[in-house]
């Protein structure tokens, strides 16, 4: 009888923890070498590592996204913005504008919204961010955060030139551990790796 006593106990035991690991928080923390991959690596370098080593696809990501309305609008002078997303709450629209490195307009899709016909046809960042602070101002229902309009998976495999090109206009690239149900995220400085943060899942996330 104590037998059974203690292997029900055991079994509920581990049960609870099964149940309990499936909602913790991810666990993350730094690492100094992963994946052949270290801080002080180039680019390119980290991808050819990277496809080595079973990654199959990477992700490009902001270091932190900045909201903007009417209290703080300045704030979007002082970033370095490769996309920024404005939404209208109070209607339900939303307009993505991509920039390149030089900050000019590569992509706009405006469509028939007369909501922000005020922004057609403007071909710079600088010229963006001239017309929506007026807009902000009058209209307490539009909210603009920086973005990534059309980002996207890229494929390592056979990578080709334009698909490095986009990932390095990112500081963060994001893949998935070969595998596993982890993560990491590298964090780059211009041309070289910084920092590698890892980011561990015992079970896939509910």
């Not at 209607?91 to 007369?114: C, H, M, P, W």
């Amino acid at each position: 009888m104590r037998l059974i006593k203690w292997s029900v106990t055991i079994v509920l035991a581990a049960g609870a923890l099964l149940v309990g690991s499936l909602f913790l928080p991810p666990l993350q923390y730094e690492k100094r070498e992963y994946l052949g991959v270290r801080p002080g690596m180039e680019r390119r370098a980290v991808l050819v590592s990277l496809a080595k080593n079973g990654v199959t696809h990477v992700l490009p990501m902001l270091d932190h996204v900045v909201r903007v309305d009417i209290v703080n609008l300045e704030e979007l002078r002082r970033q370095s913005i490769t996309g920024l997303c404005i939404s209208d709450y109070a209607n339900a629209i939303d307009l993505k504008i991509a920039f390149d490195e030089k900050g000019r307009v590569t992509r706009a899709d405006y469509g028939s919204v007369q909501k922000f016909s005020e922004l057609s046809g403007i071909g710079t960042r600088a010229e963006v961010l001239d017309k929506l602070y007026p807009m902000l101002k009058r209209d307490g229902q539009l909210m603009v955060a920086t973005c990534i309009p059309d980002a996207r998976w890229i494929a390592l495999k056979g990578i080709g030139a334009s698909d490095v090109h986009y990932l390095e206009q990112f500081p963060i690239w994001s893949f998935d551990e070969p595998g596993a149900y982890s993560s990491a995220r590298l964090s780059f400085v211009g041309p070289r790796l910084e920092k590698i943060k890892y980011i561990w899942r015992p079970f896939e996330s509910l």
